[in-house]
């Protein structure tokens, strides 16, 4: 069964720390993995989408890890800011045998990031 | 570029009643949308696939009847609740897909819906 598991739950930081959020997932075929960020009452946000051959993708202070053999991913925040308490989210993408699809999409459900002053 | 825009962001209807949302990809055309429904601390869950043009593709357990989806241009899909029941009350987000661009979809603001 296809499933993207995500860890911890929830995670409280002080601002300016480091933290590191965890995906593990059971998808075949595989095709990306992207994560995203989720403002509360908001649409996710896109922040790094990851195919099988890549390893390691930055977007600012974000940089995101990929161990295809493992089946594990990390997302990594340096230096925090309030602004990034939100949900992160981590979606794979199961590469499906016919066009006209967004692909198999299955969703974690997420980190919950409180950054605190 | 990629902006999808959902309006409205959030409604209040009353049991009975129908509402619609929309989804709009305002920079770019859009073959493809999904609709999605998160209820609080979950996942989102895939409802439908609205292919412009063509009947949508409803996920197994989401009632097509209830959820009326239309995609008639290809920047606009709408997704109507109708006979809304408290139970409907969720936040619906739909995304769409640059025609053409490979998987990469964009996620629209979200819609919270509550229903009394």
């Known amino acids: 069964k296809n499933q993207v598991e995500q860890s911890p739950q929830s995670l409280i930081i002080l601002e300016g720390k480091n933290c590191t959020l965890q995906?593990?997932?059971?998808?075949?075929?595989?095709?990306?993995l992207r994560w995203y960020k989720q403002d509360t009452g908001r649409g996710p946000v896109s922040l790094t989408i990851?195919?099988?051959?890549?390893n390691t993708k930055s977007n600012g202070r974000y940089t995101a890890t990929l161990d295809a053999d493992t089946k594990q991913s990390s997302l990594h925040i340096t230096a925090s800011q309030l602004s990034d308490s939100a949900s992160y989210i981590c979606?794979?993408?199961?590469?499906?045998?016919?066009?006209?699809?967004?692909?198999?999409?299955?969703f974690g459900k997420g980190t919950k990031l409180s950054v605190k002053p | 570029g990629a902006v999808v825009s959902q309006h409205p962001s959030w409604v209040i209807c009353k049991s009975g009643t129908s509402v619609k949302i929309e989804c709009r990809s305002l920079d770019f055309q859009a073959t493809t949308m999904f609709w999605y429904r998160q209820f609080p601390k979950q996942s989102l869950m895939l409802m439908a696939t609205?292919?412009?043009?063509?009947?949508?593709?409803?996920e197994q357990g989401v009632e097509k009847d209830k959820f009326l989806i239309n995609h008639a241009s290809l920047t606009l899909s709408t997704l109507t609740v109708t006979s809304a029941h408290p139970e409907d009350s969720s936040f619906y987000i739909c995304?769409?897909?640059?025609?053409?661009?490979?998987?990469?979809?964009?996620f629209g603001q979200g819609t919270r819906l509550t229903v009394v």
């Open positions: 990851m195919t099988f051959s890549e």
């Open positions: 995906c593990n997932y059971t998808v075949s075929p595989f095709s990306n």
């Open positions: 609205s292919n412009e043009g063509s009947k949508a593709t409803y």
């Open positions: 979606v794979v993408s199961a590469r499906m045998n016919y066009g006209g699809s967004q692909g198999n999409l299955i």
């Open positions: 995304s769409a897909r640059r025609t053409g661009r490979g998987t990469e979809a964009f």
